[in-house]
């Protein structure tokens, strides 16, 4: 049985027109002025083994265009988990991604464990995270680091891109393995991290 994931896909001029509003307000929370290209969520979404991937967590949706990749590829009885603090991003995903196996978080990604726990989930399979750790106060990052490794199946995987490659040494500090790869064909083009912990 196919589930339908969208019942209004948005457009791509629609996406890109809520995203550049939104960097203009908050440049340092969203760190490009476009969304991700669909090179790097290729990229991204290469990482992923979709025949055990059960619980799928994204951090820093935006527009969700990575989450779309991921809900079409995602099993029918799997569950996906994203955090996004931009109320306006909240709204609009909420209202163009009506897929019953999407929970929209409206809300820190530090909340990760608490809300697996909320949901009847002991771990995620997969993290994905566009979130600029490099701008975030030296607390917060350390926090959602940690939370991230403790929710993550221990055979899972916490995969980052970034647009700055000051995020690695933070990343070694928690995680037992950190491979990294470059995303030219993205504006900005980006750093790509595959973390195990």
Not at 31 to 56: H, Y
Not at 99 to 106: A, N
Request: charged residues 25%; aromatic residues 10%.
């Amino acid at each position: 049985m196919k589930l339908t994931v969208l019942q209004q896909t948005p457009s791509r001029s629609e996406q890109a027109l809520l995203f550049a509003r939104n960097f203009f307000k908050h440049p340092r929370m969203l760190g490009s002025l476009i969304p991700s290209s669909r090179f790097l969520t290729k990229e991204l979404l290469k990482q992923i083994d979709w025949k055990r991937a059960r619980v799928i967590v994204e951090y820093g949706p935006g527009v969700g265009n990575i989450t779309t990749e991921i809900l079409r590829r995602l099993r029918p009885g799997g569950k996906m988990i994203v955090f996004e603090t931009n109320a306006e991003f909240v709204e609009f995903l909420r209202e163009s991604l009506r897929d019953p196996r999407l929970h929209v978080v409206h809300g820190s990604a530090e909340r990760i464990g608490e809300v697996l726990q909320q949901l009847g989930f002991d771990h995620a399979d997969y993290v994905i995270s566009g979130i600029p750790f490099s701008t975030m106060p030296e607390e917060v990052r350390a926090r959602i680091l940690r939370n991230t490794r403790t929710a993550l199946n221990p055979q899972g995987r916490f995969l980052v891109y970034q647009f700055s490659p000051a995020v690695l040494p933070y990343l070694k500090q928690s995680f037992r393995e950190v491979r990294k790869d470059f995303e030219p064909l993205n504006i900005l083009p980006a750093w790509l991290y595959f973390c195990t912990p």
